[in-house]
């Protein structure tokens, strides 16, 4: 069976990119080359030239090689998919190429079907009311700590099984401390945990541990993970996101606050439009918490701008989809969902919503800019503008003086092109030097020197100069003065795109509009005048030059241009708080992209929700408003069938390893049906009756027996509950990569606890070599894992190497894997090396005996004391180390050996 991730890949990334590009000449309705790329057969037969796919085998499918114009034959002929579409066609012919529904064709339903819904449709268990469930009687009442435990011990006597013993003290409280903070518990917490033999003992546990700040660090992280959090755009340009550590922030208080998650909820759709708590301030918190929407991946730089902020749009549809309700409306986006009763016109009704929501701060240009709000009063925000407005304008200026003293520079030096052409070429025949050719020749020494270097061959492909390369004695002169020629000609057409922008900005400003973007030399389509003419180029002007080639006249406007920039520099108000957001922007009327083809238009919608969810009479948003705060009520209605439930299922899903429902964002017929839909229910009421508080969620769970069962399942609970489905025993889990470096971190007191703030500086984005494109190393920090930056299109290889995911599309929970770079991480990485020695200096610090210190480093790193045997075995082989090294440093290294051997160990990495 397919998975239901590889099928949403498929209808999201594979089946719009067929319809728009390959469809139309190779369909059931005309199979040019006799290939059908409409149906799963056809895809499969191939074409008149073979297979075209062979799944699992990107680099030898055709498909993969036409569309990434590596063949003669390059497809679609219009032009060359996005880098971003081809990469998704190559990751699903390596995921095998499923087709979902293989028997049907991939043409989409009519736009304008009615909302018919067959009873299967309407019947279907996620779409039901929560029921007001009544715990079952059961048996062994003995066992029933609250509510939760008769619904779980109740299937478990239908199966003739029992749940498992308790789990001891030790593993209990170590399950706990992590499962709420992300850390272990320290020396003096489990000793009084041990000591205290009351009755409320873990429940005062569980308290002392929701009050901690590192609660929300920890819990805050789960929904990061939904909300696809990171600080860049990701994509080709990966510009930064400066603000969206305010987001990150927002989402840790919020839970560590337990603010309502209705309100939770709200303020992540529509915090904007909230009024703030007092009149004359801003909500901060509002505008700050529409990160949600706001810190998704962006093509900022995509030309094709209605298509990007469509992109945007159905990525604002599918987190949010997925996040709060449990639904992959985005398959929707091209065709009626093939799965579950949401139609285009429902995806089109909610994209009218998120189209009426302002992303960026202005679409047009070759790279679109982000959209950033101010958290203070407009007028505090206006004056700040007001000096950056002048600060711009006097760099305009300086720009354009500087533009006009280069390009009347390079004026000069055109009509001697060919000459510093064939002048450079005889330097690099060895037969003279700059310094003579130039004063032979009456060349520029410095000019001359720059064409040496710029024609020298070097392995970068360069077709530009390949006939200047190729060129003999012969021919070098003609084709110099070819080389002038077109240069000249493309100097000219410069000149007049110049004048048209010129006179473009002069209009905008007229009409009180942001003026287009200058042109770049590249506007002319011609490599070679390009380079030639840039900065660097040969006949350019760097700042370092201009005190050689301007008049004096130039220089001294120019220095005087620089000393205004700084002088409004110093008198500038700071740049006041601002937050990755969004905001209401102009209302669009949308219509049905018919295929999701933006140029097809089909029948106009409003501003709706999912019919299936609200009846066929339910009117639509009113005109004026984007729809957001609409969309937000909606969901946080008591009524609602699936916030709570999706809710509440993550909940569960965080604290046992696997949900009630285990497909945690996927509700529809493709997701699984719950394994305890009566106890789902249950909670989902007592959520919504407790005023949404997660907190009051936990202490549900927590308290219960089957909470604090033991992880380890007798011969016939493994034999008749194989994937623990019936909730027999607890789930054993691998910590997550923030939990085990933190962890390291906290052994010897190393873990920095600083709350909030940001570790990354800059904006925009960098050279595509640059090193400053990578991630932040998280071996330069002490601060807890979730507080590192993470750029989109470089996360760090720590993450990457424990399932971190990609902080790109929203998350229902993250793989596991065990493979063996993890193992090598233990043994071989610098950051294991150093927190390693850092645990046994911090052991060698007490002057106890060795066996005391063997017994910390257990406590400390796996949560128990070690038996006598353990301690034992550790001494002899610490002694026999340092026997076998020596030296001065040998009891360290051999304790940290040690340390090392107790920190990759299973029982340190997998909680019980």
């Known amino acids: 069976a397919q998975s239901p991730g590889a099928a949403e890949f498929f209808e999201t990334k594979i089946r719009p990119v067929l319809a728009q590009h390959c469809f139309k000449c190779h369909s059931s309705e005309l199979q040019m080359a006799g290939l059908n790329l409409s149906t799963a057969a056809g895809l499969l037969k191939g074409g008149e030239s073979g297979p075209v796919v062979i799944p699992g085998e990107p680099e030898n499918s055709r498909l993969v090689a036409v569309v990434s114009y590596q063949e003669k034959l390059k497809m679609p002929p219009t032009g060359k998919l996005p880098d971003e579409q081809i990469a998704d066609i190559r990751s699903w012919v390596k995921m095998g190429a499923s087709w979902p529904d293989s028997e049907a064709v991939a043409t989409p339903a009519p736009a304008s079907k009615p909302a018919g819904f067959t009873k299967e449709q309407r019947e279907f268990w996620s779409f039901q009311p929560v029921a007001e469930c009544v715990p079952p009687p059961v048996k062994n009442r003995g066992w029933i700590s609250n509510p939760i435990d008769s619904f779980i011990l109740s299937k478990l006597e239908s199966k003739g099984l029992k749940p498992a013993p308790p789990a001891d003290k030790w593993t209990l409280l170590r399950r706990a401390t992590f499962d709420l903070t992300g850390l272990p518990p320290t020396e003096k917490e489990i000793a009084d945990f041990l000591t205290d033999r009351s009755p409320g003992a873990f429940g005062r546990v569980v308290e002392r541990l929701l009050t901690s700040p590192r609660y929300g660090e920890h819990w805050g992280r789960h929904w990061l993970d939904v909300a696809r959090y990171a600080d860049s755009t990701g994509l080709d340009e990966d510009h930064r996101y400066p603000y969206a550590w305010r987001y990150r922030d927002y989402v840790i208080d919020a839970f560590n606050r337990d603010l309502p998650y209705d309100r939770f909820l709200t303020e992540q759709l529509a915090g904007d439009l909230l009024p703030a708590g007092k009149a004359g301030e801003v909500n901060a918190n509002g505008i700050v918490a529409t990160g949600f929407l706001a810190l998704g991946p962006k093509p900022v730089a995509q030309q094709d701008k209605m298509q990007m902020v469509y992109d945007v749009v159905d990525e604002q549809i599918d987190v949010t989809s997925k996040a709060f309700m449990g639904l992959t409306v985005a398959c929707a986006r091209c065709h009626d969902h093939k799965f579950d009763p949401i139609s285009t016109k429902d995806y089109y009704s909610l994209a009218s919503i998120f189209a009426s929501t302002k992303s960026f701060s202005k679409i047009e240009g070759t790279v679109s800019r982000l959209f950033f709000e101010p958290l203070v009063p407009k007028e505090v925000y206006a004056h700040y503008q007001e000096y950056q407005n002048r600060i711009e304008q006097k760099k305009t200026e300086l720009d354009e003086l500087q533009e006009e003293e280069a390009r009347q520079f390079a004026t000069r030096l055109r009509p001697r092109l060919a000459d510093y052409m064939l002048a450079a070429r005889a330097i690099h025949r060895q037969a003279t030097t700059v310094s003579d050719t130039a004063q032979r020749q009456g060349l520029d020494a410095a000019v001359l020197d720059k064409w040496v270097k710029y024609l020298e061959q070097d392995e970068a492909p360069r077709p530009h100069l390949d006939d200047w390369h190729k060129a003999d004695d012969s021919s070098a002169g003609r084709i110099a003065a070819e080389y002038q020629k077109r240069f000249e000609a493309a100097a000219v057409l410069w000149e007049e795109t110049l004048s048209k922008w010129k006179k473009k900005v002069e209009s905008a400003l007229k009409n009180q509009m942001p003026p287009p973007e200058r042109p770049k030399p590249d506007a002319v389509k011609d490599r070679f005048f390009a380079e030639v003419s840039s900065a660097k180029g040969p006949f350019g002007l760097s700042e370092k030059e201009q005190e050689r080639y301007l008049s004096p006249d130039a220089r001294q406007r120019l220095s005087q241009l620089r000393e205004e920039i700084e002088a409004l520099k110093k ?255 233990m043994m071989n990485s610098r950051f294991v090396a150093e927190r390693s020695l850092a645990f046994a200096k911090f052991l060698l610090a007490d002057a106890a005996a060795g066996a005391r210190r063997i017994e910390r480093a257990y406590v400390i790193a796996v949560g128990r004391k070690p038996d006598s045997d353990e301690t034992s075995g550790a001494l002899q082989y610490i002694g026999a180390f340092q026997q076998r090294l020596g030296g001065p440093e040998s009891e360290l290294k051999a304790w940290q050996s040690f340390c090392r051997a107790l920190m990759a160990s299973n029982e340190f990495i997998y909680l019980e």
Not at 749 to 757: N, R
Request: net charge positive; proline share 6%; hydrophobic share 35%.
């Open 571 to 825: 008198a500038a108000p700071p740049e006041p708080p601002m937050a990755c957001a969004v905001a209401d922007g102009a209302i669009v009327k949308q219509r049905v992209f018919v295929r999701g083809n933006y140029n097809n238009v089909g029948e106009e919608v409003g501003k709706r929700f999912p019919v299936i969810l609200t009846g066929e009479d339910k009117p639509p948003v009113s005109d004026g408003r984007s729809g957001r705060l609409e969309l937000a009520r909606w969901l946080t209605s008591p009524n609602h069938p699936l916030t709570a439930r999706v809710m509440t299922n993550r909940i569960w899903q965080w604290h046992f390893g696997e949900g009630l429902v285990r497909t945690a964002s996927n509700y529809g017929k493709l997701g699984e049906a719950p394994t305890h839909p009566e106890l789902l229910d249950y909670l989902a009421r007592r959520f919504v009756e407790s005023g949404w508080s997660v907190k009051a969620m936990h202490r549900l769970i927590m308290l219960s027996s089957a909470y604090r069962m033991s992880s380890i399942g007798s011969r016939e609970q493994v034999e008749m509950d194989p994937g623990n489905r019936l909730v027999s025993r607890f789930n054993r889990r691998r910590l997550q990569v923030e939990e085990i470096r933190d962890a390291f971190l906290s052994f010897d007191g190393s873990l920095d606890a600083t709350i909030g703030g940001t570790l990354q500086s800059g904006s925009g984005t960098d050279g595509e070599n640059s090193e400053k494109r990578l991630s932040f190393n998280p071996d330069e920090s002490r601060r807890r894992t979730v507080y590192l930056p993470l750029r989109r299109s470089n996360l760090p290889s720590l993450l990457n190497l424990f399932d971190f995911g990609d902080a790109t599309t929203t998350s229902e929970g993250r793989m596991r894997t065990n493979v063996a770079p993890q193992a090598l991480f």
